[in-house]
Every structure is written in C-alpha cells, then in structure tokens.
C-alpha cells in the first residue's frame, strides 16, 4: 500500500455496522443474493456472451441494470421508483433501442480549407 492508502481504505468503516449483531435471517439473503446473482446469472450471461455480437452484448451490458431495478426493487420488494431512477432509466432506453434499430447519426462532412 501506499503512504495514506490505508487511511482511504477504512474511510467508510465506521459506517459499515462492523461491531453490530447481524441476524441468521439477513446471512441467508446474503448467501441466496451472492448464489443467485454471482453463480447463477454471472454463469449465463458469460456463457451466452461468445455466441453473440458485441452491439447485442454492449445493450445486455446497459439493460441489465435496468431490468434488475424494475424487477428486484419495483416487483419484487414493492419498492416505487424515484424521479431520479426513472430519468436515468430513459436514456438506457432510448440508447437501446438505437443500437437494436441501427440508428445512424446524420455524418457531417468537413470541407478542405
């Protein structure tokens, strides 16, 4: 490490609840998100990746977030969006959707002085 590295590293420590009881309960939500979400989904989506093009992978990339926050926290827990979720949202959208459409900006040509 770094001269002050170290000081960074533990900036957020007093935060984290180190010394606190963390129920049985809340280490299974842990283990089930870590099973789930990192072996399940992580297996998936990579072993999918080869058999498809880079401008499908670069939207799974940018929708995936999307989808997990509507499904997980909308669907799942009850959890409404916010303004700030849903204006995030829209470009994602909108960024799909030219990418799957092959939407071309006008090119602008530069003439020689």
């Known amino acids: 490490m770094h001269r002050g590295e170290w000081r960074r590293s533990y900036l957020l420590a007093p935060f984290a609840g180190i010394g606190q009881h963390v129920p049985a309960h809340a ?5 089930s998100i ?10 998936l989506m990579n072993s999918a990746f080869p058999r498809l093009t880079t401008p499908v992978i ?5 929708i995936y977030p999307v989808v997990a926050i509507i499904i997980v926290d909308w669907a799942v827990y009850g959890h409404p969006l916010g303004p700030a979720q849903a204006a995030g949202m829209a470009p994602i959208a909108v960024a799909t959707l030219g990418v799957r459409l ?7 040509r530069v003439s020689a002085a």
């Open 34 to 43: 870590g099973v789930l979400h990192t072996g399940i989904a992580y297996v």
């Open 27 to 31: 280490w299974s939500w842990l283990v």
């Open 102 to 108: 092959g939407w071309r900006f006008p090119l602008r």
């Open 58 to 62: 670069g939207i799974i990339t940018f």
